[in-house]
């Protein structure tokens, strides 16, 4: 059904900060309660299609017709400057930034890597890695204790740095240049991030070329080489791909999932009675938070109509998942955190073709540490008001910088 307003400019500056740390900022839901699609301006200048309804953002993200690739015309950008354009321009795409067969290319060697079967035999092994970081928090005599440090932050890193056959000993480097990287610090320090982690995970591509090991990277390196053609620089971006994504976005899920459930005390009880639930958690944390807003960005390549709007050949559009995980016509009181909504229709993972190629990963890790966590440390409680917590307001993924908790 076409909306009567749907395509109107929107007096509405994205993106916005979210005021309160468990909500979208109250500018989304107007926008969302007066139409799915509207016209909203950049922070960085231009304009953009805004895509607010659940229905709207599906439709958009499973067109073929709209392109992921940031070097087209028209791609909205949060940061838009020549340097930016220069460097992206410069740089061979990432998975991300690829459409149609070039995607679906670049995605199918790797997508087995990520199945649900081979990583089921991963479990006993983040199982493990859980415990031992669990076990230090235990054994430590300073509380408050920082729950990002402690477990937040080096649970995904040592998972994805043995999937993918990178030294642990280097986490330190890659997380600091990670965290510059998706926070709205100077475009300088991006940069100089960027420029910096680029460069390390090149060097360790061409180790992997001349020391494989067992790890993806090595068994993408044996496969090409067994094709006739080793791709240097389509391993650099896809490893940059896999180590930056692998952890930062999982760890702000730990720490904020902790924050959700222990201020939502009868939630939680729910999965410890019966940690069968904890998958449904899983979901609808990912729906409740969704961390990643702003990600889902295209740039249509031909004339489209969706949701009531004519959206042009060459205009931007973002899809807000957030907005749309939070539309009531999805979801019924998106505001309540319900653990037994079962909300696996949610876009925290994106959907269509460029859905999160890591996901499964991500949703075993987060059901691991909630079970693992709140069994062995049910004293577990937050030693900061919630409200007081330092979130990430200025980070493109959101978190919280620090999470002191005690026992």
Known sequence: MTNSVAGERADLEVPVERGCPFAPPAAYERLRERAPIS??????????????????????????????????EGFPL?????????????QPPLM??????EHAAA?????????????????????????????????????????????SLPVPSLVICELLGVPYS???????????????????????????????????????ESEPGDDLFSRQIARQRRQGALDHAGLVSLAFLLLTAGHETTANMISLGVV?????????????????????AVEELLR?????????????????????????????????????NWDPAAFKDPAELDVERGARHHLA????????????????????????????????????PAEDLPFKSDAVVYGVHELPVTW
């Open 39 to 72: 016209r909203v301006r950049l922070t960085s200048g231009g304009e953009a299609w805004w895509v607010s309804g659940h229905e709207e953002g599906r439709a958009v993200l499973a067109d073929p017709r709209f392109s992921c690739d940031k070097r087209k």
């Open 349 to 384: 993972f994106g959907f269509g073709p460029h859905q999160c190629l890591g996901q499964n990963l991500a949703r075993m890790e987060l059901q691991i540490v909630f079970d693992t966590l709140f069994r062995r440390v049910p004293a577990l409680r937050l030693a900061t």
């Open 170 to 208: 280097d986490h330190g480097f890659f997380q600091s240049r990670t965290t510059m990287m998706v926070s709205r610090t100077s475009l300088e320090d991006r940069q100089r991030a960027f420029a910096e982690l680029r460069a390390y995970i090149d060097d360790l591509v061409t180790r992997k």
């Open 78 to 90: 949060f940061t838009l400057d020549a340097a930016t354009l220069r460097q992206l321009r410069s």
């Open 96 to 101: 991300l930034g690829m459409d149609g067969a």
């Open 260 to 280: 959700a459930l222990l201020t939502h005390p009868q939630q939680l009880s729910l999965i410890t009675a019966n940690p069968d639930k904890t998958p449904m």
């Open 288 to 324: 409740y938070f969704t961390i990643a807003d702003g990600v889902t960005s295209r740039v249509a390549t031909e004339d489209v109509e969706i949701g009531g709007a004519r959206i042009k050949a060459g205009e931007g559009v973002i899809v807000s998942a957030l907005s749309a």
């Open 107 to 151: 995605r199918r060697p790797v997508i087995g890597e990520f199945t649900v079967r081979r990583l089921a035999a991963l479990r006993p092994r983040i199982q493990d890695i859980v415990d031992r970081f669990i076990d230090d928090l235990l054994a430590t005599d300073q509380q408050p204790a920082d729950l990002v440090q402690a477990l």
